[in-house]
């Protein structure tokens, strides 16, 4: 086979190859464009109308979804899951970076059962875990805030971010510990002036993960939020959908559309160092 043929055989599979990946992503990309589409239809032609461009353009979906329930606003919901989403980033990162940076750098009794207990923690499902915890929350009078949600974020909750961190910081050279050591620097200062700067690539996809995890979170907030107004933005949405009578699918669509934006904000501001901690996370 000449070199030629090579070449153009090389050629047709790259072509064939980008073709299939960029059908495939315009399948799964085909979910949110439907919504983004519907949102601006009447209710009347949400399901009737087959194609994607509404024959009828309007904004009184998002007009009449932002009024809320019982005259809460959506600006009020989304501040709510703003409130929870933004407290349980910034707890994620304190306690999770605290606990990993005394699993990989501190020396103390039984530290290996504790970490593999850590561990063990991360393969439990939340169902298992649900019914203890509410009847402990609801013991400290806590139901129906937003304590529950946030509080555990505080007292280094995640076990995953946890790994995540313990990993990344076996990565960097003990021999800066030393030095700082040399220099008259405690725990807290090597922890403060060389772990954590080092550190950011890991924390910054541990504030994304969070954030997402948290705002597109249902099952927890539907448990603890029972008052209109500590509702979040995705107990909002289910709110404007009513299985024994008529649903505004418009509004419906159309606040599930601006619930999407913080999302894709944080990560697109973010995606460079998401990719970084990623890459980097494990790597000697």
Not at 36 to 64: C, H, R, V
Request: charged content about 10%; some cysteine.
């Amino acid at each position: 086979m000449t070199r030629g043929m090579q070449m153009n055989n090389k050629l047709g599979a790259a072509v064939v190859r980008h073709t299939l990946i960029i059908a495939l992503g315009l399948l799964m990309m085909y979910p949110v464009v439907w919504l983004l589409a519907s949102s601006f239809k009447p209710n009347d032609e949400i399901f009737a109308q087959p194609g994607l461009w509404p024959q009828t353009f309007t904004l009184d979906n998002y007009i009449q979804g932002w009024k809320g329930l019982q005259n809460i606003s959506f600006a009020t919901f989304f501040a709510n899951s703003l409130n929870i989403s933004v407290l349980s980033v910034l707890g994620n990162i304190v306690t999770c970076s605290l606990a990993a940076f005394a699993f990989a750098r501190l020396e103390f009794k039984f530290k290996k059962l504790w970490f593999s207990l850590m561990l063990v923690t991360i393969m439990l499902p939340y169902h298992v875990t649900l019914v203890p915890q509410y009847i402990l929350y609801n013991n400290f009078g806590w139901i129906n805030s937003i304590l529950p949600l946030v509080v555990p974020k505080w007292l280094a909750h995640d076990s995953f971010f946890i790994l995540l961190m313990v990993q990344f910081i076996r990565g960097i050279p003990k021999e800066l510990d030393e030095s700082a050591t040399i220099d008259g620097c405690g725990q807290a200062q090597i922890y403060m002036r060389i772990i954590v700067p080092l550190l950011v690539p890991a924390l910054i996809t541990t504030a994304i993960f969070t954030f997402i995890w948290t705002w597109d979170d249902f099952f927890s907030q539907m448990i603890y939020l029972n008052h209109v107004k500590l509702f979040t933005v995705q107990l909002g949405i289910r709110s404007l959908f009513d299985p024994s009578g008529e649903s505004d699918w418009g509004a419906l669509l159309a606040m599930s559309v601006l619930s999407l934006v913080p999302i894709m904000a944080v990560f697109l501001a973010f995606q460079r160092y998401f990719l970084n901690g990623i890459a980097t996370t494990g790597l000697k």
